[in-house]
């Protein structure tokens, strides 16, 4: 286990000398300080009167302020959830290809370590500055609420919790094709169908009936059947970021899916990365 760690710090270190943590942190607080500044809200005994954003007004209904906030934090849980996940497909997908480079994979594979340490520990490194991010941009946004209307609520740091956990899945993808093609664009590429698949497959019900009966529906159904449905995870995170009942029967069973696919998609990767030479 000491050695996946250490492949995870290595990871994070080359993130840091790419000045990817800096950019990333610079960028969330921009905005974060951005929406506090120009954000103002007027909270009379627990119930939202006013608010003004870059001093226009918004609204002038009076309503309760758990209520008025619910299309915010689901607009911003829906944020949180594909555009953290597209920026995650473009800012990572490079950590694998590069790590397995002529040159830096021979000498890693000549240091006393498994294999699979090396994809174990890039994977934990990668999901570390996911979780590290997402929980960073959702608890600035809890804090700049609550301050300004005295309403608190975990509800946006579960979703992008629950956002991670989507891109675990694609990422699992990205890692997994750096083992057979050391190639960050197709690594990027195929992170973006698996999350355009897994968005299909939260709809598949809807869709299939759309599809010529026969073989094409049949392929359809084999195809998203497979993947984990990413687009009912995201309407789960939005739910629960404004903290309301979620539209998903079973937040568990669609969490036991995503968990499935990655591990079933990482031991192929493994599998494969076991019998190839450099």
């Known amino acids: 286990m000491s050695a996946v760690v250490g492949i995870a710090g290595y990871v994070l ?10 950019a990333f ?11 506090s500044l120009s954000l103002r ?3 009379v005994d627990g119930a939202l009167a006013a608010s003004r954003l870059f001093g226009e ?3 002038t209904d009076i309503r309760a302020v758990d209520v008025a906030l619910r299309p915010v934090f689901m607009a911003a849980a829906g944020i949180v959830f594909y555009g953290g996940i597209l920026f995650g497909i473009v800012a990572c997908s490079d ?15 000549a240091l006393p370590l498994r294999r699979w340490h090396l994809l174990a520990g890039t994977f934990l490194g990668v999901m570390t500055l996911a979780v590290l991010g997402a929980v960073y941009g959702s608890l600035g946004l809890v804090l700049i609420f609550g301050v300004k209307t005295g309403y608190w609520t975990v509800g946006p740091i579960i979703a992008a919790l629950l956002a991670c956990v ?9 890692l997994t094709t750096a083992t057979l093609v050391r190639s960050a664009a197709l690594c ?3 992170g973006g169908v698996t999350l355009v698949l897994g968005v299909v ?5 809807q869709l299939a009936p759309f599809i010529e009966t026969g073989l094409s529906r049949s392929a359809f159904e084999a195809v998203t059947v497979m993947m984990p449905r990413l687009s009912s995870l995201a309407s789960a995170s939005m739910d629960l970021a404004a903290s309301r009942p979620m539209a998903v029967h079973s937040l568990p069973l669609l969490l036991g899916g995503v968990l499935v696919f990655s591990l079933g998609v990482l031991s192929l990767g493994f599998w494969w990365f076991e019998g190839r030479d450099y």
């Open 25 to 35: 942190l610079l960028g969330v607080t921009g905005l974060l300080v951005t929406l």
């Open 57 to 59: 007004l918004l609204s």
């Open 201 to 205: 497959a939260g709809y598949r019900t």
């Open 188 to 190: 990027a590429a195929l």
């Open 95 to 109: 950590f694998a290809p590069s790590l397995l480079s002529p040159g830096r994979i021979e000498h890693l594979l």
């Open 13 to 22: 270190r080359e993130a840091a000398a790419r000045k990817f943590i800096l």
């Open 41 to 43: 809200i007027e909270v």
């Open 166 to 174: 989507s891109f675990a899945a694609v990422y699992a993808v990205m």
